[in-house]
């Protein structure tokens, strides 16, 4: 431990050394009390350093986007500079009248702000300030303090919790971890809702990272974010999300879940929606750059922009989903439509419906889902931007392999595909044996379509053929490996009744395996530890109950630290005897 560090621990009289350990991640160290006082996870690190790779990647193209603002406005002065004196007097207002020009829409205001001025023509700044990061619900500190020391180019970072033995660790930590820290971050006892309410776009990065559900924090963070900032957004209710709670879904998310196979995909959908819908009620949209689902949680990063006439896309972002019942049939209906006439756009509801009563393929009834977000929910440059960096300094990441993996899976996407199939669900529904994914792939390629992985599901499959041509490859394929029979009231049966109208062929093509499995590139990690995922949350006493969350062993050991605190007998005795099962 450095001296710097040491003289920083000896002010408080109170404070215990043997009470806390140190915990390192990055570059950032912190102090985690015995008793579980402030929350800390572990498993987080993927969330950390994909947050930090992607920040990176967002100071980077934050600086090219002002550069060619700067010379898209040395460009305009050097155009008027051209024109006659004598013109630019007769195009001159009156009475301080606004000019609507070409560049600026007429839903906007004269007056145009600040934050708007380089996109509408105003004044550019010779040079941008260093972005300001809001880290909400803070906690320990660490993501904050990582941020501060690794993230090269960052301003201030202001770290808020609600809770003061949170606040009073962050603090402890930012001592801790010496001058940089010192400098960079600063830590608020407040509420995060009313910290950015009070903040209106001032930060231009806003984190979200709560035990549970983001819903709550979303309209305050939407307004605390700066024009063209980032909003970093993760949600830990993956039960609710992938419906297992369909009404608690719809009241904290505004969109109803599916089980389908697809099920954690449409989580970020219906975070991504539902975010949108809240921007929408200030004249604000959201442009997805990365989307991920990792570990036991969703995770996306959304830049926040402001437009009223771009504001009345959303509807054509969104959509229903009807979910067959029966089979693994899935169609989706979209919320609107625009209709174009000469220079004219015309908004309007979206047409419908796009599936009939029962299901074309099995004739069971649908079940309907959403809306969700069915627009992209990656920007393929940025990720392609954000892996390059990450394979550049792989050194600096804790969870390199993990994170490197997930955005290898991410960058071969179908951008444009929602949702995805199981090709071992579609087996299971004909109750035949699967094809490869080697075979299928090539099929639906050689029909003429597209198809990719996802990161979602190592057995998932993105493709924009349609379910009808989807189902004749699987029945050319039982053709050749039959089934028995099975009872008619079921999907399979109805759907190996109809002859297949496709002639499928099953040659391996070219494309059937992506750049990252032809050159054997890990793409789906095994989890490092055993116990690997959400720990327990902050403040509960930890109990033998834990054990199947933290392992037997750290339970025990923490037990033991607890001065004056004896854990009933009955409860030690259980933990003891079920270490060797676990």
């Not at 001058?179 to 231009?204: G, N, Q, W």
């Not at 649908?366 to 990450?390: K, Q, R």
């Not at 090539?442 to 992985?453: C, D, F, K, L, P």
Request: glycine share 6%; proline share 5%; net charge positive.
């Amino acid at each position: 431990m450095g001296d710097e560090k040491k003289r920083a621990l000896e002010t408080p009289a109170s404070l215990d050394i043997d009470d806390y350990t140190v915990v390192k991640e990055g570059e950032a160290e912190i102090l985690m009390h015995v008793k579980n006082e402030v929350f800390y996870n572990k498993a987080q690190v993927n969330n950390r350093d994909m947050s930090i790779a992607v920040l990176r990647t967002f100071i980077s193209k934050r600086q090219q986007e002002h550069e060619a603002r700067l010379l898209s406005k040395k460009m305009k002065t050097r155009a008027k500079e051209v024109v006659e004196p004598e013109a630019v007097g007769h195009d001159a207002k009156s009475n301080g009248e606004c000019d609507v020009s070409k560049d600026i829409s007429q839903d906007e205001p004269c007056s145009i702000s600040e934050n708007s001025a380089a996109s509408q023509g105003g004044k550019v700044p010779e040079e941008m300030k260093p972005p300001r990061v809001l880290e909400a619900l803070s906690a320990s500190g660490l993501r904050a303090l990582r941020y501060a020391r690794e993230v090269e180019g960052i301003g201030k970072v202001v770290a808020v919790d609600n809770d003061k033995a949170s606040v009073e660790s962050c603090r402890r930590n930012i001592k801790f971890n010496g001058s940089v820290a010192i400098s960079k971050v600063e830590s608020h006892l407040a509420d995060a809702r009313v910290y950015m309410l009070t903040h209106p776009k001032e930060f231009d990065v806003v984190d979200l990272d709560p035990y549970g559900s983001p819903s709550i924090f979303l309209d305050s963070a939407l307004q605390s974010v700066a024009d063209g900032g980032i909003l970093m957004c993760t949600a830990t209710d993956m039960a609710v999300l992938c419906g297992a709670n369909g009404e608690v879904c719809y009241s904290k998310y505004g969109a109803y879940p599916l089980k389908g196979k697809y099920m954690h995909e449409m989580a970020l959908r219906i975070l991504l929606a539902c975010i949108e819908s809240h921007a929408n009620r200030y004249k604000r949209y959201i442009v997805p750059v990365l989307s991920v689902e990792i570990d036991f949680y969703v995770r996306v990063f959304v830049r926040v922009f402001t437009s009223a006439s771009a504001m009345k896309n959303t509807p054509l972002k969104l959509s229903y989903v009807y979910q067959c019942s029966g089979c693994d049939s899935f169609h989706l209906q979209p919320v609107g439509r625009t209709v174009s006439k000469n220079t004219s756009v015309r908004y309007l509801p979206g047409f419908g419906p796009v599936v009939a009563q029962e299901c074309s393929d099995c004739g069971k009834k649908y079940n309907m889902g959403g809306p969700i977000w069915s627009a992209p929910i990656h920007d393929m440059e940025w990720v392609n931007s954000i892996l390059a960096d990450v394979k550049s300094i792989k050194e600096r990441y804790p969870a390199f392999n993990k994170i490197s993996a997930v955005l290898t899976t991410v960058s071969e996407e179908l951008p444009d595909v929602p949702l995805y199939l199981s090709l071992h669900s579609l087996s299971a529904t004909l109750k035949c044996t699967s094809p490869s994914a080697v075979i299928f792939r090539s099929a639906v390629i050689n029909a003429g379509y597209r198809i990719s992985g996802t990161h979602v599901n190592p057995l998932g499959l993105k493709t924009d053929a349609p379910m009808d041509v989807i189902w004749d490859i699987m029945r050319c394929w039982v053709k050749t490996h039959p089934v028995k029979a099975q009872s008619p009231g079921l999907a399979g049966s109805a759907i190996l009744a109809k002859a297949p109208v496709l002639q499928v062929n099953f040659a391996r093509a070219g494309a059937s395996l992506s750049k990252a499995q032809a050159k054997k590139v890990a793409r789906f990690l095994p989890n490092p530890e055993r116990h690997w995922g959400p720990k327990v949350r902050a403040g509960r006493q930890i109990t033998s109950k834990h054990a199947s969350l933290l392992g037997p062993e750290v339970v025990n050991g923490l037990q033991k630290l607890k001065e004056g605190e004896e854990e009933p007998a009955s409860k030690r005795k259980k933990t003891e005897e079920s270490t060797p099962n676990l």
